[in-house]
């Protein structure tokens, strides 16, 4: 009976490390280079009435039809300085947002705004999402290895082989989770580069 009872749970914790690896795989193996394009739209640069080197910058930044997107960054450069604009977080399919910044400048042709990163919300989604079922997966392996009761078996070995087996898949998943946090940090870092002028 016990030993049926750990066979159920092995086959399940290996039926369910496989389903998150064969989901991983498929989220992770999606291109950078799929991500939704990512524009913005200078609509006007009016010099100060006072100051002769500040301009405000009005422009929009859009998100094509194969949005959603999350944390645009697109910065304002100019020969004197460079500063972020401010958006939204997320973008969804076609949406432009307006953007003002002011910026000082000794030339106003040389003022221009870039889109520095953005990431694709939905593949950033995902990895959050597996990550979480790895977390609750390596709780459960937790909780099983505390439960389980030497006295439940007909010989010490028997406990030891148990354990062995619950220990072995609690290893498997968290070694799986530090190589997938390691993956969406690097994907983070990616999508997110330092600023640069």
Same mark, same amino acid.
């Given at each position: ?20 690896? &064969? ?15 990512? +524009?913005?739209?200078?609509?006007? @640069?009016? !010099? ?21 997107? @999350? %944390? !645009?960054?697109?910065?304002? +450069? ?32 040389? @003022? ?17 999402? %597996? ?23 007909? &010989?010490?070995?028997? +406990? ?12 498997? &998943? ?15 870092? +990616? ?7």
């Amino acid at each position: 009976m016990q030993n049926s009872r750990i066979s159920s749970k092995k086959i399940l914790v290996i039926f369910t490390l496989l389903t998150i690896v &064969t989901v991983i795989s498929l989220n992770y193996s999606q291109s950078i280079a799929q991500t939704p394009h990512v +524009y913005h739209e200078e609509i006007e @640069i009016i !010099p100060d009435k006072i100051n002769p080197k500040l301009f405000t910058f009005i422009g929009n930044a859009c998100v094509d039809s194969k949005g959603g997107i @999350i %944390n !645009p960054k697109i910065m304002l +450069y100019s020969d004197l300085e460079q500063k972020p604009l401010s958006l939204v977080n997320v973008f969804g399919s076609d949406e432009c947002f307006g953007a003002v910044q002011k910026i000082l400048a000794d030339d106003p042709e040389s @003022i221009h705004a870039k889109v520095i990163a953005y990431g694709d919300y939905s593949v950033i989604q995902k990895m959050e999402e %597996n990550i979480d079922e790895l977390k609750k997966l390596q709780t459960t392996q937790q909780l099983e290895i505390k439960e389980l009761n030497p006295y439940d078996f007909n &010989t010490h070995q028997k +406990y030891i082989d148990a354990m062995r087996k619950i220990s072995d898949a609690l290893w498997n &998943t968290q070694k799986l989770l530090q190589q997938e946090t390691a993956k969406y940090y690097e994907t983070q870092r +990616y999508l997110h580069p330092p600023v640069e002028p």
